[in-house]
């Protein structure tokens, strides 16, 4: 995997091409002190809200909307950062959207921060609830600070314009999600994305979905990517058509799901779950999907669930970090 396979996959450099068979979507640039923001590990606190409502003199400490803390003669305060045009253009964006939107960067999303928001979801309405995610993301981290993680050429590491994605948001069934390789423009292997679960769908059609996502791809992708190895994810809604969901490099950096990259690289042993009669067909690729005999796995994402700032405050080395997270929260809640 080479440094310009996963610039190729960068949301912005792909959308153009399939904008017709994916999800309604606005690209902002991400301005450098948002960026470096992001990057801070001092303070969640965060602005942006659409509306601030204006406070009366507080009648007691808890309702007091700064709060400080006193050193000797030393007063701190804690004060949120702003970012007024591009909060604008960001609920701008929003809006245009339906009101909800799945936010992303360049490459990834902030999956493994999900638990972290009050609906336990990465829908989002507001820039406070996009920060709260980005911000609580290993994922979002490393597109910042490890993007050609797993590339093999030594070249110069390429300058990098970081973008806010906004996706239209969708209520997506996790079984109708599958992840689609592809080597020298041929379709090998199809893996349920959410394999923790059995979805006895899944088993029941799986020849018919295989057979959906080959006509999709042969239609819509094949020839039409910037590299002949890729991986591709798909969504398969209750009408059986396909949307594209998104592009990721053929490598490690990317999850292989129910096979290994041994087997999609070398092709040795790529033996999917269908009959012999499917199995037989030259070009049909291989295709997994949980059993209903496997036993159910916990989410990949659980690992994410305890940051090391939840440490700090359990041992009380950051208060500071509490007070933040629970204005926010309470700003949210004035929000919705």
Same mark, same amino acid.
């Given at each position: 995997m080479?440094?310009?396979h996963?610039l190729?996959?960068?949301?912005?450099?792909?959308?153009p091409?399939f !904008?017709g068979?994916?999800?309604?979507s606005?690209?902002l640039?991400?301005?450098?002190? /948002? &960026?470096?923001y992001? *990057?801070?590990?001092?303070t969640?606190?965060?602005s942006?809200?659409?509306?601030?409502?204006?406070?009366?003199q507080?009648d007691?400490?808890?309702?007091a909307?700064?709060i400080?803390?006193s050193?000797?003669e030393?007063?701190a305060?804690?004060?949120a950062p702003e970012?007024?045009?591009?909060?604008?253009q960001v609920q701008?964006?929003i809006?245009s959207?339906?009101?909800?939107?799945?936010?992303k960067l360049n490459?990834?999303?902030?999956?493994d921060?999900y638990?972290?928001?009050?609906?336990?979801?990465?829908k989002?309405?507001?820039l406070s609830?996009?920060?709260?995610l980005?911000k609580s993301?290993?994922f979002?981290?490393?597109d910042?600070?490890q993007?050609?993680i797993h590339?093999t050429?030594?070249s110069?590491?390429?300058?990098?314009?970081y973008?806010?994605?906004l !996706?239209?948001?969708?209520?997506?069934?996790p079984?109708a999600?599958f992840r689609?390789f /592809? &080597?020298?423009?041929? *379709?090998i292997?199809?893996s349920q994305?959410?394999?923790t679960?059995y979805?006895?769908?899944i088993s029941k059609?799986?020849?018919?979905?295989?057979r959906?996502i080959?006509?999709?791809?042969?239609k819509?992708?094949q020839?039409?990517?910037?590299?002949?190895?890729f991986?591709?994810?798909?969504y398969?809604?209750?009408?059986?058509?396909?949307w594209?969901?998104?592009?990721?490099?053929f490598?490690e950096?990317?999850?292989?799901?129910?096979?290994?990259w041994?087997?999609l690289?070398?092709?040795n042993?790529l033996?999917g779950?269908?009959?012999?009669v499917d199995?037989q067909?030259q070009d049909?690729p291989?295709?997994?999907?949980?059993?209903?005999?496997?036993?159910?796995q916990?989410?990949p994402?659980?690992?994410y669930?305890l940051?090391k700032d939840?440490?700090?405050?359990?041992?009380?080395?950051?208060?500071?970090?509490?007070i933040d997270?629970l204005?926010l929260?309470?700003?949210?809640?004035?929000?919705d």
């Open positions: 080479k440094k310009e996963v190729h996959c960068q949301f912005s450099a792909w959308y091409l !904008r068979v994916t999800i309604k606005v690209i640039p991400l301005p450098q002190n /948002v &960026k470096d992001l *990057l801070d590990d001092g969640l606190v965060v942006g809200r659409d509306d601030p409502p204006t406070h009366s507080p007691s400490d808890d309702e909307e700064e400080q803390w050193d000797d030393n007063t305060t804690l004060t970012f007024p045009e591009f909060a604008t701008e964006a809006n959207l339906g009101g909800s939107v799945f936010p490459w990834s999303a902030p999956r921060a638990w972290i928001a009050m609906n336990s979801s990465l989002c309405k507001t609830d996009i920060f709260l980005f993301s290993d979002i981290t490393r910042f600070t993007p050609f590339c050429d030594d110069p590491d390429p300058c990098i314009e973008e806010l994605v !996706r239209k948001w969708c209520e997506l069934i079984g999600e689609c /592809v &080597k020298e423009n041929k *379709l292997g199809i994305r959410d394999y679960q979805y006895d769908h059609q799986k020849e018919e979905i295989c959906c080959q006509d999709f791809f042969k819509h992708i020839y039409k990517f910037l590299d002949e190895d991986v591709f994810d798909i398969r809604d209750s009408r059986g058509k396909v594209l969901i998104d592009f990721n490099p490598g950096v990317t999850d292989s799901l129910l096979f290994t041994e087997e690289i070398s092709e042993n033996n779950d269908f009959s012999e199995a067909e049909s291989a295709f997994r999907c949980t059993n209903s005999e496997v036993t159910v916990p989410s994402y659980l690992s669930r940051p939840f440490v700090d405050l359990s041992t009380g080395e950051d208060a500071h970090k509490l997270f204005k929260k309470r700003n949210q809640q004035e929000d």
